[in-house]
């Protein structure tokens, strides 16, 4: 089991640009969450999916961040155009059933 | 609003030392709550509770709830500079599914040699 796995590690880009971060959830894990993590604000969840679905998006700070999940085995979080307040280091996570989650390495975002 | 605060922010302590952190939430319908540990990466979980009073222990590391005075203890006895990092506490907020997590800030643990 490879865990839950994020692509890239790091992302630099200029403010403008148009950035996608990519999870691999766990197979067969029902759930996947992104959340942010800054040092002001700690982890927050900024949507979850089950079984592929949106459930709740209200963490999404604004439109230019959209999430998908087209199938079972990934899903993107897009931000554009970036800014650099989105600097911060996103995590995917999932589970299956309660309990709690495997995140993935985390993919940490510099917007400059 | 749902909220978990966690208490102290930071810590340095010296190898061997015992320290307990604290977790405080308000979360209507409560269900669990979870401690997780974080290094350079991403979070590993440590414990989910659910029962007052029954302790969870793995090797030096322990926790237990307090359901009537809303708040969760995590000690680490005889610390060693492994036990560095961020404990993060969390609770799923009523209304979400048990999966969704709202965390604490987190406590920064420092352990000197």
């Known amino acids: 089991d490879a865990g839950v796995i994020q692509s890239p590690r790091h992302e630099v880009t200029e403010m403008g640009q148009e950035v996608t971060l990519r999870c691999k959830p766990i197979?067969?894990?029902?759930?996947l969450f992104w959340y942010r993590q800054t040092m002001m604000r700690g982890l927050e969840l900024l949507i979850y999916?089950?079984?592929?679905?949106?459930?709740?998006d209200s963490g999404m700070p604004e439109d230019r961040f959209s999430a998908k999940m087209p199938n079972a085995s990934f899903s993107t979080l897009k931000i554009q155009p970036s800014e650099p307040r989105d600097s911060a280091v996103y995590f995917c996570?999932?589970?299956f059933g309660p309990g709690g989650y495997t995140f993935g390495s985390g993919t940490r975002l510099t917007v400059v | 609003e749902d909220k978990v605060v966690q208490s102290p922010l930071s810590l340095v302590v010296h190898e061997g030392d015992t320290v307990t952190l604290n977790c405080s939430y308000e979360?209507?319908?409560?269900?669990?709550l979870l401690w997780y540990k974080q290094e350079k990466k991403a979070p590993t979980f440590l414990f989910m509770l659910?029962?007052?009073?029954i302790e969870k222990k793995s090797g030096r590391l322990s926790s237990i709830l307090d359901k009537k005075e809303l708040f969760s203890i995590l000690n680490i006895t005889a610390t060693q500079t492994g036990d560095s990092a961020v404990y993060l506490c969390?609770?799923?907020?009523?209304?979400?599914?048990?999966?969704?997590?709202?965390f604490g800030t987190g406590t920064l643990l420092a352990v000197q040699p």
């Open positions: 996570a999932s589970s």
């Open positions: 197979s067969g894990h029902d759930y």
């Open positions: 999916f089950n079984n592929n679905v949106p459930i709740d």
């Open positions: 979360v209507t319908n409560f269900r669990s």
């Open positions: 659910t029962s007052s009073g």
């Open positions: 969390a609770v799923p907020p009523y209304g979400g599914a048990t999966n969704k997590l709202i």
